[in-house]
């Protein structure tokens, strides 16, 4: 593959992997002006969009508003996540997120590259002995989330029973993939390819603390982008952390923008 500017690479991303492939896996959809509204479990709801049309502050705060009073109506729903990109056209998103309640979290690195470029051989620790496999099972499902909390400092809720649930569909849109050590999982991750597009997504990469540093994410990674190819995925992204973006830089990924989660939580 030629290698693509980053301007071409996010012209590619937000065509292909905005809006409705970011819902795929939702229980629910419902467009509301320029934006999706979705529902995982029926407790999660999460809004996305390509653009927002060209909107002005005031007509921004007015859909904020509606989208609150749409989940809030529905008593089932206790968090709601409202995704930003830093290169989206906005005015005044963020004053109007934070006066409905929506709390910031950290940015993280829009990162993009070529799944061959990370499907390479890592040397692992001699010491320990790496096993590195893909999962179905519900016991490692919830094992691995387990992981994935404690590594995230936060657990994510019901978050074991949605994959569970996506594994059950038979769509084979998901891949999970865990590190183990002695039988412990120390690090996490999974892939899912976005069917139609160019790209598989890399989501859920996390290690515990005290296996850090050690080449263990970069060989699960490497698992990962392999399995891709397979695929015939041929471009990779992933929302990442400082941890993993340089992980990511040395592979030959750039980063074309930034996101930052709002999330509103019922109180």
Not at 216 to 240: C, E, F, K, Q, V
């Amino acid at each position: 593959m030629t290698d693509l500017s980053p301007a071409d690479l996010l012209d590619r991303y937000d065509a292909q992997l905005r809006d409705e492939a970011e819902l795929v896996s939702a229980e629910t959809r419902e467009r509301h002006g320029p934006v999706l509204w979705g529902v995982y479990r029926g407790v999660r709801g999460f809004v996305t969009y390509r653009d927002l049309g060209g909107l002005d502050a005031a007509r921004i705060e007015q859909l904020v508003q509606e989208t609150l009073e749409h989940y809030r109506s529905d008593e089932r729903i206790t968090r709601v996540e409202w995704k930003t990109r830093g290169h989206d056209v906005a005015p005044g998103l963020h004053d109007a997120l934070v006066t409905q309640g929506f709390v910031p979290g950290a940015p993280e690195s829009v990162m993009i590259g070529e799944a061959a470029k990370l499907a390479v051989d890592v040397p692992l620790p001699d010491a320990e002995t790496v096993e590195l496999r893909r999962v179905e099972s519900e016991a490692d499902v919830r094992r691995l989330c387990e992981a994935a909390d404690e590594a995230f400092g936060e657990a994510v809720p019901g978050m074991a029973e949605e994959l569970l649930d996506r594994l059950a569909l038979g769509r084979d849109d998901m891949e999970l993939w865990v590190a183990e050590i002695d039988g412990q999982v120390v690090c996490t991750g999974r892939i899912e390819p976005v069917v139609g597009t160019e790209f598989a997504g890399l989501w859920g990469g996390a290690t515990l603390a005290q296996w850090r540093g050690r080449g263990i994410y970069r060989a699960l990674t490497a698992a990962r982008a392999r399995s891709a190819l397979r695929r015939g995925a041929t471009l990779l992204h992933s929302d990442s952390t400082e941890h993993s973006r340089p992980i990511l830089e040395r592979s030959g990924f750039v980063k074309v923008t930034t996101t930052t989660p709002y999330v509103w939580r019922r109180p």
